[in-house]
């Protein structure tokens, strides 16, 4: 695996054949998906970057999916791809889906990942960020100490765990590594989907969508959004998963992926 930190984007790089480019959701890096990028790399060249304000990617004050696909467009032009199979996980579901609407020529196929086209209810999201901000960061020597402070407020250890992600110490001082207050100021945003803008497009290439039954970001109501943008979409649950259905069932997610892929791209 190759990592690449310029004065624009972070993102690592892993395998060969036909590009897929891997989307992280909220709070995660070029890291996150990296499971699934081990098993994909096999048959595809993986390019997994981390999205503006995560990781070591630059910090913006805007963070709508309309700037995150320019983002991802010039990584692609970096990388010499000119068309790409995309695959997102929440957020960066909504990052592909944008960047396939808006640019289908650039797009081969697409997977999301326990996304729809829809918006949602930001105050869970807002909750978490408050708790976050909230934390006395002079004080935390270790994510540990962390961890303990959010117990109470953020009671689903896997939750904690994932958030303090981005809480890096050095010389005994804690900090964010992604921009928390941008993130917070932009939920609606990034809660949201950019229908108004697009609502004339549609992405006629092959897209699935796997989802998790019991998680609610992909429900029955949703379907008619779905089909009315990517009108060839397939819609598979995945039982016995959260949200983050590729760390509950790695081995269906990861068959379900690659059948897709080799099928249709």
Same mark, same amino acid.
């Given at each position: 695996?190759?990592?690449?930190?310029?004065?624009?984007?972070?993102?690592?790089?892993?395998?060969?054949?036909?590009?897929?480019?891997?989307?992280?959701?909220?709070?995660?890096?070029?890291?996150?998906?990296?499971?699934?990028?081990? &098993?994909?790399?096999? #048959?595809?060249?993986?390019?997994?970057?981390?999205?503006? %304000?995560?990781?070591?990617?630059?910090?913006?004050?805007?963070?709508?999916?309309?700037?995150?696909?320019? #983002?991802?467009?010039?990584?692609?032009?970096?990388?010499?791809?000119?068309?790409?199979?995309?695959?997102?996980?929440?957020?960066?579901?909504?990052?592909?889906?944008?960047?396939?609407?808006?640019?289908? %020529?650039?797009?081969?196929?697409?997977?999301?990942?326990? %996304?729809?086209?829809?918006?949602?209810?930001?105050?869970?999201?807002?909750?978490? =960020?408050?708790?976050?901000?909230?934390?006395?960061?002079?004080?935390?020597?270790?994510?540990?100490?962390? #961890?303990?402070?959010?117990?109470?407020?953020?009671?689903?250890? &896997?939750?904690?765990?994932?958030?303090?992600?981005?809480?890096?110490?050095?010389?005994?001082?804690?900090?964010?590594? =992604?921009?928390?207050?941008?993130?917070?100021?932009?939920?609606?945003?990034?809660?949201?989907?950019?229908?108004?803008?697009?609502?004339? %497009?549609?992405?006629?290439?092959?897209?699935?969508?796997?989802?998790?039954?019991?998680?609610?970001?992909?429900?029955?109501?949703?379907?008619?959004?779905?089909?009315?943008?990517?009108?060839?979409?397939? =819609?598979?649950?995945?039982?016995?998963?959260?949200?983050?259905?590729?760390?509950?069932?790695?081995?269906?997610?990861?068959?379900?992926?690659?059948?897709?892929?080799?099928?249709?791209?």
């Amino acid at each position: 695996m190759a990592d690449s930190t310029d004065k624009h984007w972070e993102y690592s790089t892993d395998g060969k054949g036909e590009p897929l480019i891997l989307l992280h959701g909220l709070f995660g890096t070029h890291r996150t998906l990296g499971g699934l990028a081990k &098993q994909l790399k096999q #048959d595809y060249r993986i390019i997994s970057p981390s999205l503006r %304000n995560h990781g070591g990617s630059p910090w913006k004050d805007e963070m709508d999916y309309h700037g995150q696909t320019r #983002d991802l467009l010039q990584i692609m032009d970096r990388e010499h791809v000119r068309r790409a199979c995309l695959l997102g996980h929440s957020m960066g579901g909504k990052v592909a889906m944008t960047l396939a609407m808006e640019h289908p %020529n650039r797009c081969r196929a697409l997977v999301v990942l326990d %996304n729809a086209p829809v918006s949602y209810d930001s105050h869970s999201l807002r909750s978490y =960020c408050e708790h976050l901000l909230q934390l006395p960061l002079k004080e935390i020597k270790t994510r540990q100490q962390a #961890d303990e402070l959010l117990q109470e407020k953020i009671p689903e250890s &896997q939750v904690r765990t994932y958030l303090l992600t981005n809480l890096v110490t050095r010389d005994n001082q804690a900090r964010w590594r =992604c921009n928390l207050e941008a993130i917070y100021r932009s939920l609606d945003r990034i809660s949201g989907f950019p229908t108004p803008q697009i609502q004339h %497009n549609a992405y006629p290439g092959p897209t699935l969508f796997l989802y998790s039954p019991d998680s609610g970001y992909l429900r029955p109501g949703h379907l008619p959004e779905i089909h009315r943008y990517f009108p060839q979409a397939i =819609c598979t649950a995945v039982e016995n998963t959260g949200h983050w259905l590729h760390v509950d069932q790695p081995r269906e997610v990861t068959r379900q992926i690659q059948d897709f892929l080799k099928t249709h791209s």
